[in-house]
């Protein structure tokens, strides 16, 4: 998140390409949203006495999995995007991920250093949206940690920046230095956002159907 922010998008192909996935997938979830919306609809309107067990077993099928799933993969993208990239770490051209210190070598890259406990946060970090998916069972529970599962990113953000910015001893990095992994904690922030008003959406839905009951 903190990285983010000193990135300006540089690459025209690589923001072409990622618009065109954003609008092929808007169109498949605007269509599974809307078939979604219709079971509920039959579900509640079949009869006055619909079993909350089907309700609720309808309600996992919703939206915000499809976000929290995306919000977890992001998270995971981490171990293949480098962070920063054509930086010097002791003199020598490196790159950096959540994994470690990648330095070019005789042409090569070698894995020259490890961040362990970086890498079981990152891990971490990208299982609880898959654990949220599984309490659709109590919305609100579900919204409340989608909103401190943000100040977790904002946190494991920070945590991320600081160590790119001991490595390279706090050298001053540019558009050309930044890589996608430097991108990708604001975008899962964006995706668990999405869950959690569309999570806000089913509970107003939910609540309304059983009015009408």
Known sequence: MFLAGN????????IFALCEVVLVVKVVLVVVVEKCSF?????????????????????????????LLLA???IFALFLFPLVHNVYVAGVPST????????????VQAHTDSFIALIAATAIVAIIPLVLIFLYKNRKQQVMLCYVYILVIFGYSFWVAQTVKSYTG??????????IGALLS???IVLVLLAAKAIQRDEKLVKSADRLR
């Not at 706090?170 to 890589?179: E, I, K, P, V």
């Open 72 to 74: 977890s993969l992001v």
């Open 170 to 179: 706090g050298a001053t990095l540019d558009t050309n230095n930044f890589g």
């Open 186 to 188: 604001s975008v899962s």
């Open 7 to 14: 990135l300006i998008f540089g690459s025209n192909n690589f």
């Open 39 to 67: 079971s509920i609809a039959s579900a509640t309107n079949t009869t006055n006495t619909t079993s909350p067990t089907l309700l609720t077993k309808i309600m996992i099928q919703r939206i915000q999995s499809v976000w």
């Open 96 to 107: 950096i991920k959540v994994t470690g210190i990648f330095q070019d070598a005789n042409g």
